[in-house]
């Protein structure tokens, strides 16, 4: 397992109308368990999975519900959220077409505040959630909906149940099919030279916590 | 949406600055129930950065007549009771003022279409239409003016401000001047002429190395997501108080830097670099070997003067300039040590400018060859670093919202409550204003300070290099003695600040006089307009300036709270930016408060690491390591068993 040649860190979104769904997603995919009551984490912005993609690969996702309390609630994302993700999954409420409808908005505010760093949009997955609850007329043509992800960008589409886990890990390795497809071009426009401050252990820091004393 | 918002919390903080940020983070880590909310649509206040077409509406705002949108507000005064008081807040921030906007990009009119596609995303951005009445830089101030309801105007939604900041007109002949004198309010001014342009050669650097982009008007528009521009300059000290407390607080996972590539001097005219680590210092070209013995025996001292006070006691209490000049350095080392790394103004004492010196010499290393790192997108980030630790803790986040007034029970002399805009009532235990929200009563005895600010956009650095992707800080000496130095940040577009082939240049000083008044001899002798450049036969030929701005900033920074008038002991007040370099005041105000608001209460501490709790994709048990400290709130307040808002209010 530790001996995997290859890992990839990737952040990924998972947006979409109040209620379709987005946190039972993330818990059924993350947590392996589904819940119609469950409680709000408060503490963790992100849940991480783990993916031994092949056997040189391991994959590992942070998935940012963006129903985080407090901000998300009332339209005031911050660029924290949005910064850096590779890619998205959008959901939407089968037995709700209101929530299809918002689809676009979503995709559209998305690719407003989000770019890959050669510009191009990120990959985004369309989800038609609680497909368990009885088929809704807008999924009975399969042709259509390929039809509206053609024309609005989206990767792919998957119908899914958080709660019969329906189609979850389908979906997520499709979105990180075309992730890991579009690394190989954006490697050449990674920046070096980042810095990222962290936490490091004191006994990393000897020489300069004596110049610092 | 207004209805779903609680109305009972500890905290109630008014601003979404830096230091107010880091107070709503370290409240809601330690436990408390935190509303954060800011009247404008953005985060930071004074703190925030903007894309291009982000810091026009900006502009736009600081110009609008304080009464305007106040429609929609609610009357407070009936929802004040008998035995309680209220304190007003300000309507409108005016920490903001002399703005001038000058544009010497080409306004080429060669792909419209996408202009047009522009326009209507941003109608702020008239501006980008077409060329415009020709001047030379001796006549800057000779705006024209236009009236902005006339029917000529390119784009049918002009703002509407009095016509103070300026829609460029698509033919001049057409142009109604309202009036050439625009006093200290908001002007745009116009001085390339396109069709000029469209026929000059491009300019060959003399070291024959690739042409000198052209840059045009509608280029910075269309890009103009590229750019994060800070209303605020400032970066962080390696070894600081901010960088201590991202790294000490985890903060700093939301958060990545660039370090500060290159110390700059302005010396007789030529920008030079300063060799600042031991490496550079023996790999300089520019100094002699004697030189470089001096520097390097100097520079070894201050790191520990205060084991030889023998060395420097008889200058205690005389200026650090004096100092350096009975040392054995040449001229050319004292300008460097003086100004570029103590950065001290020429009074500054010997203690402070060894203690200064010392600092800077600390902070090498820890992160690359200078001391300084600077935040990717821009200094603006930072706060909405602390505000997402907040909402991650439960913090409530209202934007776009605006508080009325201040309910102070009689009696008991404390704050009880706020009052909204629309009217509600939300109660809180202790309350976080920030300066700027303050109403001119409350702060009729207080004495504020001014910055003066100027943003350029440019199209090459101020010191070519082999690399052009260069962070430099630069500080320009007083021209005479008793004026302020100016501090000149430069970020390249690898910073995410500014588009490919342009140079963002940040100029900050304490003011003086307006911001253009104090940095315009600054920016001359730096750069040259673009329209000039034929002219300019310089060698190396100076940078050329594309598009500048100039304000001045409110520095509320040295206000003592009892100045404040009749404020309840339990309403805390957070300043402004202050004029500094780094961000030390802002974080020292913020720890201050909490400590007096929580005393012994733990200051952001760490949280517990996400990263260490992992559910692995093979392992079927869900516990990890680290999650014994997670901690799970008992609510059932997510977004699945609640129905808080409707789907629009997602989307701005």
């Not at chain 1, 886990?165 to 979105?175: G, K, T, V, W």
């Not at chain 1, 992730?179 to 490091?200: F, G, Q, R, W, Y």
Request: hydrophobic letters at 35%.
């Amino acid at each position: 397992m530790q001996a995997a040649n290859k890992e990839h860190l990737y952040k990924l979104l998972v947006i979409g109308d109040l209620g379709v769904g987005k946190t039972s997603i993330i818990k059924r995919y993350v947590h392996q368990n589904f819940s119609s009551h469950y409680r709000a984490t408060i503490g963790v912005d992100f849940a991480l999975k783990v993916l031994h993609w092949d056997p040189d690969t391991v994959v590992r996702l942070q998935l940012w519900d963006i129903a985080v309390i407090g901000q998300e609630r009332f339209g005031n994302m911050t660029r924290v959220y949005y910064r850096e993700a590779m890619g998205a999954f959008i959901v939407f409420d089968v037995t709700r077409p209101a929530t299809f409808e918002a689809v676009t908005k979503w995709k559209n505010d998305l690719d407003s505040k989000l770019s890959l760093p050669n510009g191009k949009p990120v990959s985004v997955v369309l989800l038609a959630n609680k497909c368990d609850q009885g088929q809704d007329v807008l999924l009975n043509n399969g042709l259509k909906m390929d039809q509206f992800c053609k024309e609005h960008g989206f990767v792919g589409w998957f119908e899914t149940s958080a709660k019969e886990n329906i189609n979850i890990d389908e979906a997520s390795r499709c979105l990180v099919k075309h992730i890991l497809a579009n690394e190989c071009e954006l490697m050449e426009s990674i920046e070096p030279d980042i810095v990222k401050p962290h936490l490091t252990p004191p006994r990393a820091l000897s020489c300069s916590s004596c110049a610092k004393s | 949406m207004a209805d779903s918002l609680p109305t009972e919390f500890d905290v109630i903080i008014i601003g979404t600055g830096l230091p107010e940020s880091i107070l709503a983070a370290a409240c809601s880590r330690s436990g408390q129930r935190v509303l954060h909310v800011d009247s404008r649509s953005y985060y930071g206040g004074n703190w925030a950065s903007f894309t291009f077409s982000g810091l026009l509406s900006w502009l736009k705002e600081c110009e609008q007549d304080s009464e305007a949108g106040d429609k929609s507000t609610v009357a407070w005064q009936n929802l004040i009771q008998d035995t309680e008081e209220a304190i007003a807040l300000r309507r409108k921030d005016d920490s903001i003022q002399h703005v001038e906007v000058f544009c010497y990009a080409s306004k080429d009119t060669g792909d419209s279409a996408e202009e047009i596609d522009v326009l209507q995303k941003n109608p702020s951005l008239v501006a980008s239409s077409t060329l415009t009445k020709p001047l030379d830089s001796a006549c800057l101030s000779e705006e024209t003016h236009s009236d902005s309801t006339s029917p000529e105007m390119p784009a049918k939604d002009t703002p509407q401000h009095d016509g103070e900041i300026l829609p460029e007109v698509t033919d001049r002949e057409e142009t109604q001047v309202k009036e050439t004198d625009c006093g200290e309010k908001t002007c745009i001014h116009t001085v390339s002429d396109g069709a000029k342009d469209e026929n000059k050669p491009v300019v060959e650097d003399n070291s024959g190395q690739p042409k000198r982009n052209r840059i045009t008007y509608s280029q910075i528009v269309k890009e103009g997501r590229r750019f994060n521009i800070d209303l605020v300059s400032k970066l962080l000290y390696s070894q600081g108080s901010l960088i201590d407390l991202l790294i000490k607080s985890n903060v700093s996972r939301y958060a990545e830097f660039k370090n500060v590539t290159r110390i700059l001097a302005f010396r007789e005219g030529k920008v030079e670099q300063v060799p600042c680590s031991r490496a550079d210092v023996f790999n300089s070209k520019e100094l002699t070997m004697v030189e470089k013995r001096m520097l390097m025996k100097f520079l070894t001292f201050c790191l520990d003067y205060e084991q030889h006070p023998g060395e420097y006691q008889d200058f205690t209490q005389r200026p650090f300039s004096e100092y350096l000049k009975t040392q054995k350095l040449t001229p050319n080392l004292q300008h460097f040590i003086l100004h570029s790394i103590a950065m001290t103004e020429p009074s500054c004492l010997t203690v402070d400018g060894l203690k200064a010196t010392k600092h800077f010499l600390q902070c090498l290393g820890r992160y690359g060859n200078t001391p300084f790192l600077f935040p990717l997108y821009g200094q603006g980030e930072i706060p909405q670093c602390f505000c997402r630790m907040c909402a991650v803790f439960g913090g409530i986040y209202c934007l776009r919202h605006r508080v009325q007034c201040l309910v102070v029970d009689k009696e008991s002399g404390r704050c009880e409550a706020v009052i909204d805009h629309f009217g509600q009532r939300i109660s809180a235990k202790f309350f976080i204003v920030e300066d700027s929200y303050l109403s001119e009563d409350t702060c009729a005895g207080v004495q504020y300070g001014q910055i003066s600010r100027a943003v350029l956009i440019t199209d090459q650095s101020v010191l070519k290099a082999d690399s052009d992707q260069q962070i430099s800080m630069l500080t320009v000496p007083p021209a005479e003695p008793g004026a302020r130095a100016v501090r000149v940040a430069e970020l390249c577009s690898s910073t995410m600040t500014c588009m490919k082939d342009t140079y963002l240049v940040h100029l900050t000083c304490s003011s003086a006089s307006t911001a253009r008044e104090d940095l315009e001899p600054v920016v001359q002798k730096l750069f040259t307009p673009y329209a000039e450049t034929e002219i300019d036969e310089g060698d190396p030929p100076k940078p050329r300036l594309l598009w500048a701005l100039y304000f001045n900033m409110r520095d509320s920074s040295g206000v003592s709270r009892s100045s404040y008038h009749g404020l309840p002991s339990n309403v805390y007040v957070c300043s402004g930016p202050d004029c500094g370099l780094g961000n030390e005041h802002a974080v020292k105000l913020a720890e201050t408060l909490f400590q007096q608001i929580f005393p012994g209460e733990d200051f952001c501490p760490p949280p517990p690491n996400p990263e260490d709790i992992i559910f692995d994709g093979d392992d079927k048990q869900p516990e990890a390591p680290g999650t014994n400290t997670l901690i799970v709130a008992k609510l059932e307040a997510s977004e699945g068993s609640q129905n808080l808002d409707s789907p629009g209010q997602h989307l701005q």
